[in-house]
C-alpha cells in the first residue's frame, strides 16, 4: 500500500499509477469509483502504468484519490500514485479512453490469475451462456501474461485478437456495472476458441466430447497431455500406480517427484497436513504448487520423500475434468521430456509429447511464451519461492536506484532472467538449465521478449552475467549488444537478491552464501561463502568451508560417492567405505585412484558437496537422478530423529572446518548409530557452525541483519535448527524470488545497478 504524494486539493487532478495496474480490471475500478463521487474525466492505459484525469467537488476529489489506493481490485500491485494539479477542462462525464504509448512501456505486467469463483458458478449453471465453456473469464480472473504480445495490455495486443467478440460478449464488455467491463479476454461459446482432443486415428471435436473422452482415458490409467495457461501438462491417475509408472518410463523421469492436483480443497486436505500459512499460499492468486508434509502415500508420486507437491484447479478446464468424472487426484508435471522447456505450442506438443501422451488436449487459444506452473512452501522464516512462474511472474521484485536498463542473464540453473526498466526490476518466469539447448533457445526468447515488450534498445543496455567464463548466460551475454557488461560473482549475488527484496541498500549484512558451486575472484569452485558489506559498498569475503578436492568437477555433483572420495581424501585411518555397512561402489574406489594420481581433481568449498558426502556416509550410495536429490533425501532421513547432539563443526576464526564432523559420521555409522540420528547429528551440526560463525564476525563486522541464500537454505530442517542458535538476531531469507539459483538475476541487477551509479 502506498500514499499519495500529494493530496488533491484543487477541483481537477492528473494522476498517474505505476505498478501492476493493466489487465487486473484496473480501469473498470477507476471508472466506477469515478461514478460513485460524480466525479468526471477520463482514464487510460499508458506505457507506465494507468493515467486518470478527475474533476470535480473538492471532498469528492480527496475521497476518491484516497480509495484509489485502499479498495484497489486483489490482483494490483501499486507501486506509487502521483497526484498533480490540473486544469478543469469542464468534462460532464467520466470515460475509458484508449490506450496511449507515448514513450517506452514500463507499466507492470499483470500474472495469469486463476478461474474466479464467479465464474465457476457461472460454468456449471446451465441456465447461462457459458454453461461449460472452457475459456470463461472476467475482469477478476484468467490469462495475462500468457496471452500478451505487447503493452499496453489491450484486446489488440493479445493472442485473442482473432476473435471478434460476437453482440453479447461486445454489450457486457462495454457495460460498466458487468463484471467483463474491460475485460480483453472475454469470449463465450458462440464466438471464441474451444478445444479438441486429438487421439490416434482422428480427434474428438466440440469442448464436452473431448473432456469426456480425455476423462475416460485417465480414468482407464492413459496419460493426457492437456494445454493450460502457459503450456502443456501431462496427466493421470495419480491413484493407479501403474499409469504412474508409465507416466515415469514416458518422460524419462526416474525418481524427481510429481506435483499432484486434488479436485478440491477438502480433499488437498485428505493428502498433505496443511498450516494455516500453507493453505493460504494454497488459495493465494498465484495458486503455486505447495510443499507440504505428505497423509498419505501415492506410490510413485514422491520417492523417497515425506512431501507432496500439491495445487489447486487453477483453469476452466481442470474444473470441468473433475466434474466430468475425472480421478479425485491427478498427477500433474510439466508437458516435456525430463529437464526441456514444456512445451507451449501446438506443433511442439505434437512433436515431443506424443510419444508420451495418449491423448493431446489441444486450445485454440494461442499461447504467447511457456509459463511453467510455480512451487512454493510456507517455510521457517516465512512464505518460500522455489520456482517463481505461473501466478508471480513477471512482476516487480524491487526498485534499483538507476535509470539505465539492465538485463541480468542470472546463472545456468534453474535459470530465468531480470530486466530493469526506470530502476523497476522485473524478474522473469522460470527458464530451465541451460545445459540443454532447448532451454538456451528459450533463454534466447525471454531475452527477446521482455526487451521487445520494454522497447529497450540494446546499444542502451547494460549487461549483468555470472563471472564464470564457461557459463552459456556468460557467453550469451557476450554475444548480446549493449552498452556495458558487469560480471558478478555467484554468491555475491545471491547475498544481494536477499537485500534486493528489501531494497537495504546500505545496510551491512553477515551474508551466508551455500550452494552447490559458483566461480570465484579466484577462479577456484567455492560454495559456502560468507561476506560482510552492503549492497551500497559491497561485499568482502571473511569466511567459507575448509577446501577440500573435487575430483571430476561438476560430476561430482551426480554422484554421492565421487564427492564422498574427495571431502574424505584428509582424513587419517578411514575403515574400508567399500565394505558393509557403507556398501560404497566400485565407482568410488576408481575415484580414490584418480586423487592419487592428481588428474581432473580441482579444490572447493562447495557446501552442497559437503551434503552429498554426509548422504553417502548415511547411505545414499546410487547416482543422483535431479539436482539436490542426495541432499533433499538426507534431511527426509533426519527428519525420523528426535532431536540429537551434533557433530562437532569447529570455526577456527576464518574458515569451518569439516574434518571431525565427517570423521565423527564415519565412526558412528561403522558402530551401528541409527542413520536417522547420523543425519539429524549432521544438520545439527552444520546449524551450530553457522550460528558459531556469526558470533564470531559480529565484533569485527559490526554486521546489522544476517543473510541466508543459496539452494542449500532450501533445507527446511537447517532453517527450523538455526531458529534458536540466531534468537532475536535480524535474519534474512528470499521471499519474492528463489534462494536457489533462480534468484540470481536480481542480485546481479542490484550490485549492477550501484557499480553504474558509482562511474555514471
Not at 186 to 209: M, N, Q, S, T, W
Not at 616 to 622: L, M
Request: aromatic share 8%.
Amino acid at each position: 500500500m502506498v500514499e499519495a504524494e500529494q493530496a488533491c486539493r484543487i477541483q481537477a487532478c492528473r494522476i498517474k499509477v505505476r505498478g501492476v495496474v493493466q489487465g487486473v480490471g484496473f480501469r473498470p475500478f477507476v471508472y466506477r469509483l469515478a461514478h460513485g463521487y460524480a466525479l468526471s474525466g477520463w482514464v487510460l492505459n499508458e506505457g507506465e502504468g494507468v493515467e486518470i484525469h478527475i474533476e470535480g467537488e473538492e471532498q469528492a476529489l480527496e475521497s476518491f484519490v484516497d480509495e484509489l489506493v485502499k479498495q484497489a481490485p486483489s490482483a494490483a500491485s501499486i507501486a506509487a500514485v502521483d497526484v498533480q494539479p490540473a486544469g478543469a477542462g469542464g468534462l460532464t462525464s467520466f470515460t475509458i479512453r484508449e490506450s496511449e504509448l507515448r514513450a517506452a512501456p514500463s507499466a507492470g505486467i499483470a500474472p495469469d490469475l486463476p478461474v474466479c469463483s464467479q465464474c465457476v458458478r457461472e460454468l456449471f449453471d446451465p441456465e447461462d451462456r457459458r454453461f461449460h465453456y472452457p475459456y470463461i473469464n472476467c475482469t477478476e480472473c484468467g490469462p495475462r501474461y500468457s496471452i500478451l504480445l505487447a503493452l499496453p495490455y489491450d484486446r489488440a495486443n493479445t493472442t485473442m485478437s482473432a476473435w471478434e467478440m460476437d453482440r453479447p460478449c461486445s454489450d457486457q464488455y462495454r457495460e460498466p456495472s458487468d463484471r467483463r467491463f474491460h475485460a480483453q479476454p472475454v469470449a463465450c461459446p458462440a464466438c471464441g476458441p474451444h478445444y479438441r482432443l486429438e487421439i490416434a486415428g482422428g480427434a474428438v471435436e466440440g469442448d464436452g466430447a473431448a473432456i469426456s473422452r480425455a476423462v475416460q482415458i485417465l480414468r482407464d490409467g492413459g496419460i493426457v497431455a492437456m494445454k493450460g495457461l502457459g503450456g502443456y501438462h501431462l496427466a493421470c491417475d495419480a491413484g493407479n500406480s501403474a499409469a504412474v509408472r508409465l507416466l515415469r518410463e514416458r518422460k524419462y523421469r526416474k525418481e524427481k517427484p510429481f506435483a499432484v492436483m486434488p479436485r478440491d480443497l477438502d480433499t488437498a486436505r485428505e493428502l498433505v497436513r496443511l498450516s494455516g500459512a500453507a493453505e493460504a499460499l494454497l488459495t493465494s492468486p498465484a495458486r503455486p504448487i505447495v510443499l507440504a508434509d505428505a497423509r498419505v502415500e501415492l506410490e510413485g508420486i514422491a520417492p523417497e520423500c515425506r512431501e507432496l507437491g500439491v495445487m489447486l484447479p487453477y483453469t476452466p478446464l481442470h474444473h470441468l475434468l473433475f466434474a466430468a468424472g475425472a480421478p479425485d487426484v491427478l498427477a500433474m508435471t510439466s508437458g516435456n521430456r525430463s529437464s526441456e522447456p514444456i512445451a507451449y505450442t501446438d506443433a511442439d506438443a505434437r512433436t515431443r509429447l506424443s510419444g508420451i501422451a495418449d491423448a493431446l488436449m489441444i486450445g485454440e487459444r494461442p499461447i504467447a511464451r511457456r509459463v511453467d506452473d510455480s512451487v512454493a512452501r510456507a517455510g521457517a522464516r516465512g512464505p518460500v519461492i522455489l520456482r517463481r512462474s505461473r501466478g508471480y511472474a513477471p512482476c516487480q521484485v524491487s526498485r534499483v536506484p538507476t535509470n539505465f536498463p539492465i538485463l541480468a542473464l542470472g546463472a545456468d540453473l534453474k535459470n530465468a532472467i531480470a530486466l530493469s526498466v526506470g530502476g523497476d526490476v522485473i524478474v522473469s518466469q522460470h527458464i530451465g538449465d541451460l545445459e540443454h539447448f532447448s532451454a538456451f533457445e528459450a533463454l534466447r526468447d525471454t531475452v527477446r521478449d521482455l526487451t521487445a515488450m520494454y522497447s529497450v534498445r540494446p546499444q542502451d543496455l547494460v549487461i549483468a552475467h555470472d563471472l564464470h567464463p564457461e557459463y552459456v548466460s556468460t557467453r550469451h551475454a557476450l554475444e548480446l549488444e549493449a552498452r556495458e557488461r558487469i560480471a558478478v560473482q555467484h554468491h555475491e549475488a545471491h547475498i544481494a537478491s536477499v537485500i534486493a527484496e528489501r531494497e537495504a541498500w546500505n545496510v551491512r549484512v553477515l551474508g551466508f552464501a551455500w550452494d552447490g558451486t559458483g566461480y570465484g575472484h579466484d577462479g577456484s569452485i567455492q560454495g559456502s561463502e560468507v561476506f560482510a558489506g552492503s549492497v551500497a559498498e559491497g561485499f568482502q569475503r571473511v569466511s567459507h568451508l575448509r577446501g577440500a578436492l573435487l575430483p571430476g568437477g561438476d560430476a561430482a555433483a551426480r554422484f554421492p560417492v565421487q564427492a564422498a572420495a574427495g571431502f574424505l581424501a584428509g582424513l587419517d585411518g578411514l575403515p574400508d567405505l567399500t565394505a558393509p555397512p557403507f556398501d560404497f561402489p566400485e565407482r568410488y574406489g576408481r575415484t580414490v585412484q584418480l586423487l592419487r594420481r592428481g588428474m581432473r581433481t580441482f579444490p572447493t568449498t562447495s557446501a552442497g558437496r559437503l551434503f552429498d558426502t554426509a548422504a553417502a556416509i548415511a547411505g545414499f550410495t546410487r547416482p543422483s537422478t535431479f539436482e539436490g536429490q542426495a541432499a533433499m533425501w538426507l534431511e527426509q532421513l533426519a527428519r525420523r530423529s528426535g532431536p540429537v547432539d551434533p557433530y562437532p563443526f569447529p570455526f577456527d576464526g576464518n574458515e569451518l572446518d569439516y574434518r571431525p564432523l565427517l570423521r565423527a559420521m564415519v565412526q558412528d555409522r561403522r558402530a551401528g548409530r541409527d542413520p536417522a540420528s547420523i543425519a539429524m547429528a549432521f544438520h545439527a551440526a552444520i546449524a551450530q557452525g553457522i550460528a558459531a560463525t556469526a558470533a564470531a564476525l559480529r565484533q569485527e563486522h559490526q554486521y546489522e541483519a544476517i543473510v541466508l541464500s543459496g539452494g542449500v537454505f532450501q533445507n527446511e530442517l537447517l532453517l527450523e535448527l538455526l531458529r534458536e542458535p540466531f534468537g532475536d538476531q535480524e535474519v534474512w531469507t528470499n521471499h519474492a524470488v528463489p534462494p536457489n539459483d533462480g534468484g540470481i538475476c536480481l542480485g546481479q541487477a542490484a550490485l549492477a545497478a550501484f557499480r553504474i551509479h558509482s562511474h555514471a
